[in-house]
T-cell receptor
């Protein structure tokens, strides 16, 4: 079946460096993607989204890039801070209804 | 967590017991969802509802039941038929509008089996 997945389960970065979290998707018909941040013991928090008619979208310190040719999504965090330590999930809108399919998550660890 | 609340934060279930997890939202969202999250894994959809008095099974509905009598509330019952209920349960809501499919999550309920 078609699914959303992640390349790296754990990413460790130095405080102040930029972080890049990757996600691969296999449903070429998907037209909407979301990145969520989940801190330990809490619910996922919306970070940023992007539609398939865009290649790039920027927020505050975060940028999402979409490469439809290779079906790849990435989340870039600038000047990573200790508070960015969390698990990051990408999610893909399914073809039918408002349901999302979630990837397995990447744990970001920020070293002081 | 926005205007979505879940209770309790921790819930203990005895073998053979049904337990109900609460989810309430004051965002005026039409759609509500229940997900299960196991340690170190992503979210799997249990049930969802896009309108009052209607709900649909998700990917892992067996052993669970829901009701949607009010727009604001979408309780999940974990029945005795669910043999491995220990997990973190997340409720979410969204509006039902093409072009705005973002789901917003509650703080979660951790269910443990005694």
């Amino acid at each position: 079946g078609e699914s959303v997945g992640l390349h790296l389960p754990t990413l460790s970065v130095q405080e102040g460096d930029n972080s890049i979290i990757n996600c691969a998707y296999s449903n070429s018909a998907s037209d909407y993607f979301i990145w969520y941040k989940q801190e330990s013991g809490k619910g996922p928090q919306f970070i940023i989204d992007i539609r398939s008619n865009m290649d790039k979208r920027q927020g505050q310190r975060v940028t999402v890039l979409l490469n439809k040719t290779v079906k790849h999504l990435s989340l870039q965090i600038a000047a990573t801070q200790p508070g960015d330590s969390a698990v990051y999930f990408c999610a893909e809108l399914r073809n039918a209804g408002n349901m999302l399919t979630f990837g397995g998550g990447t744990r970001l660890m920020v070293k002081p | 967590d926005g205007g979505i609340t879940q209770s309790p934060k921790y819930l203990f279930r005895k073998e053979g017991q049904n337990v109900t997890l609460s989810c309430e939202q004051n965002l005026n969202h039409d759609a509500m969802y229940w997900y299960r999250q196991d340690p170190g894994q992503g979210l799997r959809l249990i049930y969802y509802s896009q309108i009052v008095n209607d709900f649909q099974k998700g990917d892992i509905a067996e052993g669970y039941s829901v009701s949607r009598e009010k727009k604001e509330s979408f309780p999940l019952t974990v029945t005795s038929a669910q043999k491995n209920p220990t997990a973190f349960y997340l409720c979410a809501s969204s509006i039902v509008l093409a072009g705005d499919e973002t789901q917003y999550f509650g703080p979660g309920t951790r269910l443990l089996v005694l």
